[in-house]
């Protein structure tokens, strides 16, 4: 039996992940913040799920995340799921600091505790849900794109030293477009904001889970998204710059 561990795993992508992945026989380590969802998953499945509530901004996460693999009895998948983001063309302070925070710092903290548990081990496979925001500069949302693109160098700056170094870790970069989660719609109501190409999140888990099997090392969900960012990829910065993409 395998063992993964899921941050974020009581919504969204992460828990339709964990359902796939359980459903294919894995033992899941699940962790997030909100105890009571956590409880729920677990009475769920109470033979493959073990649970622990942690947040990754907290400074005991890594010790928190040691505990469950513990707990878990090993783990040879970390799928990292959790961040937060916002449209804030307003630049308001807290936003962009939490979003920093959360996606940068907590991100770097959890991947690179399980980077060290994997190097420790002997090999293992790190997955983690970045956003085709990384591909530019996205105006109304400065932070998240920013905190996008740092997770995909630092996952693409731990394959190369993982390749260097000759240990047996794998990445997979998983780049979605928009998703309906409750990071687009925090009150259930998808009315609320429009959002091109909306993916549901049960298709974009299937390909996820598809995409770690066959141990890709970037994956862009879907395929329209995929034509989009190579398109975006071309158009030069002085033209970028002056496109007005607030809605």
Known sequence: MKH?????????IGLEVAKLLLADGWRIGAAARRAELLQALQEQYPEQVVTAVIDINGTDADARLQELIDRLGGMDLYFHASGIGWQNPQLEADKELRTVETNGLGFTRMVGSAFRYFEHKGGGHIAAITSI???????????????????????????QQTNARKLNIRFTDIRPGFVATPLLFPTDNEESHSYPLLMKTQPVARAIVKALYKKKHVVVIDGRWRLITAFWRRIPRWVWRRLNLNQ
């Open 133 to 159: 925001a990384g591909t530019k500069g996205l105006g109304p949302a400065p932070a998240y794109s920013a905190t996008k693109a740092f997770q995909n160098t630092y996952l693409q700056a731990l394959e």
């Open 4 to 12: 993964a561990v899921i941050i974020g795993a009581t919504s969204g």
